[in-house]
């Protein structure tokens, strides 16, 4: 008689997905299984299928999904979620009309969270981070990439990094951390932003790549992260960066085009970037490029949705480019304070018009794929890390069609419950 550690029973219906990035119409693939059942050894799936087929399996623990959709747990690959303090006043002033360029140039923006992120110890950040964790892991996020970028010096970022290692040691949910001390020009720098891209060259990165050595939480190399844009870098200052980068290990990471196309998405491509991020005002022939490439396009819906914005990532241009597109809440104290991947399938599903099948791909087994983990999670089979959320919704397309509200009812990670919401507990 087979025997697990775990047996989760009584799903109503199993969402497993495939376990490579999906193309074109292949996002829209998936396979379910009604009243289904899911055996797992050593925080890995080893059967799955039919709660009859499975009947025969014993465990040590069994986990009731009370009758729920279970899907692969949601894999967030763009976050900005390590920082201290807030903008909430900056919101404010957007609603009267200011800009993201005008507040950034008047030192608001990215600066003002640089300003609370250098002034806070590591114990600060873990301890403001952690809040953040709990609601995406509440929201059914199991594995989630968490970039620096607030420091914007050498100390910094490296604390930064610090509380981001910690929280992985420490917090139920997975993170795969990213380096982006080329995040924004600091205020001091203003007036020589070349001597800044000098120190994120000659200092940062070794720093970073010499921290990284003796890390032991994590086996894959870490990503080095650029905002290339206007106000920012440019493309060249980009390359420079990305070429050292890519000499000492690093993976590599772009946002690009969220406000103009300055050709980010062809470097990215060029370098052999693992993803570009936002894509909000990519020409098409530079979808073309990306659609003809394994570097995934990553849209943050949450992101113009938080600005008020009315131009979304042509997501649809790159499905039928036959691209690669992951979906991502873009976390962050200014522009996307959103710890929700259902809502960020929400604002998809209506502006950039994927369906809830597409959608639901997006934000898993895709997005596994825009930061290389999808060889452990982001999909549901033989093998893979027993990673699930358990849904109060009858079947996968209400994961788009309902909005404001928390539909996530149990999450377990490698096998184990992790979070129980105690709105769904009486089902």
């Not at 100390?155 to 910690?166: G, N, P, R, S, V």
């Not at 990284?212 to 920012?232: K, P």
């Not at 209506?350 to 596994?368: F, H, K, Q, W």
Request: with cysteine; hydrophobic share 45%; aromatic share 6%.
């Amino acid at each position: 008689m087979p025997h697990a550690d775990q047996l989760i029973i009584n799903i109503g219906r199993l969402v497993t997905g495939p376990q490579a990035p999906l193309r074109g119409q292949h996002l829209a693939q998936l396979t379910c299984i009604d009243q289904a059942a899911v055996a797992v050894q050593a925080g890995n799936i080893v059967a799955l299928g039919s709660q009859a087929e499975l009947g025969a399996w014993t465990a040590d623990q069994t986990i009731d999904a009370g009758g729920y959709l279970a899907i692969p747990g949601f894999v967030d690959p763009h976050t900005h979620a390590c920082y201290a303090g807030d903008r909430a006043h900056e919101f404010e002033l957007r609603i009267k009309g200011a800009s993201y360029s005008e507040l950034m140039a008047a030192g608001g923006g990215i600066m003002s969270t640089v300003r609370a992120t250098r002034a806070a110890s590591k114990a600060e950040l873990v301890a403001q981070t952690r809040p953040r964790l709990d609601q995406l892991l509440a929201h059914g996020t199991t594995t989630v990439e968490i970039k620096s970028g607030y420091g914007l010096d050498t100390a910094t970022e490296l604390t930064m990094l610090e509380a981001i290692a910690e929280l992985a040691q420490t917090h139920p949910i997975g993170i795969v951390p990213t380096f982006m001390g080329a995040h924004a020009i600091p205020a001091e720098y203003r007036d020589n932003p070349e001597a800044f891209v000098d120190l994120v060259v000659d200092q940062m990165l070794p720093a970073v790549a010499a921290w990284w050595q003796q890390q032991t939480i994590w086996q894959e190399s870490l990503a080095c992260d650029i905002f290339c844009e206007n106000g920012a870098f440019s493309v060249a200052q980009s390359q420079r960066i990305l070429v050292k980068a890519k000499a000492l290990g690093f993976r590599l990471k772009l946002h690009v085009d969220e406000f103009e196309p300055l050709g980010g998405t062809p470097l990215a491509v060029e370098l052999g970037a693992i993803s570009v991020d936002h894509l909000v005002a990519t020409p098409p022939e530079h979808i073309a490029i990306l659609a003809n490439s394994e570097t995934v396009g990553v849209s943050l819906p949450g992101t113009p949705f938080g600005l008020g914005k009315s131009q979304f990532s042509p997501a649809r241009s790159l499905i039928e480019a036959n691209g690669i597109l992951a979906l991502a809440t873009d976390c962050n104290p200014g522009t996307s304070p959103c710890e929700s991947m259902p809502m960020a399938i929400a604002i998809a599903c209506r502006y950039l018009r994927l369906t809830p099948a597409e959608a639901l791909n997006a934000a898993t087994v895709n997005s596994a794929f825009a930061i290389r983990q999808h060889e452990r999670v982001g999909s549901l089979a033989v093998g893979m890390q027993a990673d699930l959320a358990l849904l109060n919704l009858p079947d996968e397309r209400h994961i788009g069609y309902k909005f404001g509200t928390n539909p996530v009812a149990i999450v377990i990670k490698a096998g184990k419950v992790v979070h129980r919401n105690q709105l769904h507990a009486d089902r």
